[in-house]
């Protein structure tokens, strides 16, 4: 699992650094910078699962820099923590717009620092428990396994013809360990009903589910669903795929895998240019100021809209609207 820790203070980056070092997990690999703008480059270059984050830094402050991670790639995979001293409802309502998980005053403990590494690692090896999945001490093959489970998880709700593959994919690797890592009952019990109980009998029924739908008919379906609720959200600054995602009752993964294939452009493009073409007619039919424009498009901040209207447009929005007067 990969964290990513943003701070300019010396004392805060010396405390992650120890914290980290001691941290139990065989296949945890953490990176620490000093500046907003050295988060945002590390985020997009090299994504992290888990991000701590300072406000106030030099260049570029950790809320301006996850708003440009967010807008960059919509699908971003990380869990972001927001970490400050300043206690004022501005800076924490902000970050909650932009769908941070948890703000975290300073000083922060050790204890906090862990409950949320131990939650995030829960939440990435599905259906995996934590302790398996360390003594494994493989985190190529830990997280293998934990994807082969959300993959079979995911063909159940999608009624997709490869889940058989998936299956036995399933039964190879998991018969190739010294300790049993069956398929966990209460976590398919939970997913597939509390009818559904034993390895056997969810094989049977999801051989019966297979005939029910045509896949491409019900992938279609679903994306109509994600379009519509970007045609409702879009002047969300917060809105991303994984809150659809949990809205819709899918995996990030498999809901971004979908939307690809079916709109031949990813979530983040297909929401920008939602974006910019509502901007577009804004523009040509309003007097409303450029800021304006922009909060209602779903950018919290005017220059990062101008600098993304001028990247897929070539000309600014004030520029867009004289040629088009």
């Excluded at 939307?259 to 031949?264: A, I, L, N, T, Y």
């Excluded at 800021?291 to 901040?301: L, P, Q, T």
């Amino acid at each position: 699992m990969r964290v990513l820790i943003a701070d300019d203070e010396n004392g805060v980056r010396s405390m992650f650094s120890h914290f980290m070092e001691q941290y139990p997990s065989p296949y945890l690999e953490y990176t620490i910078v000093d500046t907003g703008e050295r988060l945002r480059n590390q985020c997009l270059q090299n994504p992290a699962d888990v991000v701590f984050t300072d406000i106030k830094m030099p260049d570029l402050s950790g809320l301006e820099a996850i708003y440009e991670i967010k807008e960059a790639s919509q699908d971003n995979p990380a869990s972001f923590y927001v970490i400050s001293g300043y206690s004022e409802f501005s800076y924490a309502r902000e970050a909650l717009r932009l769908g941070i998980k948890d703000y975290l005053l300073k000083p922060i403990r050790y204890s906090t620092i862990e409950e949320i590494l131990r939650k995030e690692e829960k939440k990435r090896f599905v259906g995996l428990s934590l302790d398996e999945a360390w003594r494994i001490n493989d985190e190529a093959e830990a997280v293998r396994l934990s994807e082969l489970i959300q993959n079979l998880v995911s063909s159940f709700h999608s009624k997709a013809d490869d889940y058989q593959k998936i299956l036995n994919s399933w039964e190879e690797m998991a018969s190739g360990y010294s300790i049993p890592i069956g398929i966990d009952r209460d976590f398919f019990c939970k997913t597939f009903g509390e009818n559904i109980d034993g390895y056997g009998k969810q094989r049977e029924f999801l051989e019966d589910m297979k005939q029910e739908e045509n896949h491409a008919v019900y992938s279609g379906d679903i994306v109509q669903r994600v379009i519509s609720s970007i045609d409702k959200n879009y002047g969300n600054p917060s809105l991303g795929l994984d809150g659809i995602a949990d809205e819709l009752g899918y995996s990030t993964q498999y809901l971004s895998a979908i939307f690809s294939r079916e709109m031949d452009m990813n979530f983040s493009q297909f929401l920008t240019k939602k974006r910019l073409d509502s901007a577009k007619n804004l523009l040509s039919n309003t007097n409303m100021k450029i800021k304006d424009i922009a909060e209602i498009c779903g950018y919290s901040y005017t220059s990062y809209f101008i600098k993304v209207f001028r990247k897929q447009m070539g000309v600014s929005p004030a520029e867009w609207r004289e040629n088009k007067s």
